[in-house]
């Protein structure tokens, strides 16, 4: 995708129209939502317990849910800076193989705070659809003042995983600061997204279902994230914030919705693959 991304830059083609928008809205939910669909399946793996464990498992998520979704129909402006600060954690664990915490926690604020001070306007809009004018407004001049320092932090992680020759993630790292300066705000995130948080969740997922039939990746990935798209559908209409209509805005709303129960389910996760080392 990277490739064809670059292979349209060059040849003048605008990625920031409504529908290029809307395509990169689509490729994001698609390639990005399978990866959590596998959260239950996973902590029923590593759970001692059998089934009562997958239902404890089962309720948290259904809990943490309903929390999220509470949340971002009553509290929007609130909703919208957790999810940020989070979801910068949430990356920041892509990178635990550069083994310095802060570092690590760098990278990861960086991926959440570049677009806001590279894009100002374009994600500025999208950040007043889903949390309000003031939310978004004080969001934006706070990625301003991060996203240098955090980006700086970045390009140290780059030099750390080069120089412990993962030249791979290195190039993975730093193509994806770049993509997030130079590509639209959509592309950018929809890139991260699906080519490399979603690919390595799914790698692990893969690890911890070592004998996982094609028909249940199928069932699973494809069945749970149509469902997910369903669950969406249905609460469009308490989302009544949402001040400019549109796909885009709600597809990051439903992303910041099942983004709480996959955080809490991979926390478990960890926990539960521990006990069972």
């Given at each position: 995708m990277a490739s064809a991304l670059g292979a349209a830059l060059l040849a003048g083609i605008r990625l920031d129209t409504p529908i290029a928008s809307l395509a990169a809205a689509i490729v994001f939910l698609l390639g990005g939502l399978p990866h959590g669909a596998f959260d239950l399946a996973v902590a029923r793996?590593?759970?001692r317990s059998g089934s009562a464990s997958y239902a404890h498992s089962a309720a948290l998520y259904a809990l943490v849910l309903g929390?999220?979704?509470?949340a971002w129909t009553l509290a929007p402006h609130v909703a919208l800076p957790i999810f940020l600060v989070l979801a910068a954690l949430h990356f920041a664990a892509?990178?635990?193989?550069v083994g310095e915490r802060f570092v690590e926690t760098g990278v990861g604020v960086a991926l959440v705070a570049l677009p806001i001070?590279?894009?100002?306007?374009?994600v500025g809009d999208i950040?007043?659809?889903?949390g309000g004018v003031d939310a978004?407004?004080?969001i934006g001049r706070g990625g301003m003042m991060i996203a240098p320092v955090a980006t700086l932090v970045a390009m140290i992680g780059v030099a750390i995983l080069i120089e412990r020759d993962r030249w791979g993630d290195a190039a993975q790292l730093g193509g994806s600061v770049v993509a997030m300066l130079v590509l639209p705000p959509l592309w950018g995130f929809a890139l991260y997204f699906t080519c490399v948080h979603s690919v390595r969740h799914l790698r692990e997922i893969g690890e911890a279902l070592p004998g996982a039939s094609r028909a249940m990746w199928l069932r699973t990935g494809a069945g749970l994230t149509l469902a997910a798209l369903a669950i969406g559908y249905a609460l469009l209409p308490a989302m009544r914030h949402v001040a400019a209509p549109g796909f885009v805005p709600a597809a990051f709303v439903l992303l910041a919705i099942?983004?709480?129960p996959h955080l809490v389910l991979s926390a478990r996760i960890e926990a539960l693959r521990r006990l069972a080392a």
């Open positions: 793996r590593f759970a929390v999220a979704a509470t892509d990178w635990s193989m001070a590279a894009h100002p306007i374009a950040f007043a659809a889903m978004a407004a004080i099942l983004f709480m």
